[in-house]
């Protein structure tokens, strides 16, 4: 299974409980050197909390599952979604 496939899976796993709270992502991509980069859906967007989680919870799950993945970011951090 290639990185990006473990990635999504792994984000599928995460995915439920960010759903429990309104928010969700999506994996918008992964840079050349493994950085995941994910676009935050509903309450996630803006929300004051979305940096740590992405931080605390999801960088540290992905990293886990997947050791070639460097860190994790948002490419629409704090962007409304309309």
Do not use: S, W, Y
């Amino acid at each position: 299974m290639d990185i990006e496939a473990r990635v999504q899976e792994a984000l599928e796993a995460i995915r439920p409980a960010l759903q429990r709270d309104g928010g969700d992502l999506e994996l918008a991509g992964i840079t050349e050197d493994n950085v995941v980069q994910v676009r935050l859906q509903g309450h996630c967007v803006g929300c004051p909390g979305a940096q740590m989680t992405l931080k605390m919870i999801v960088e540290q799950i992905l990293m886990e599952a997947v050791p070639e993945v460097k860190g994790v970011e948002a490419i629409n951090f704090g962007m409304p979604m309309f």
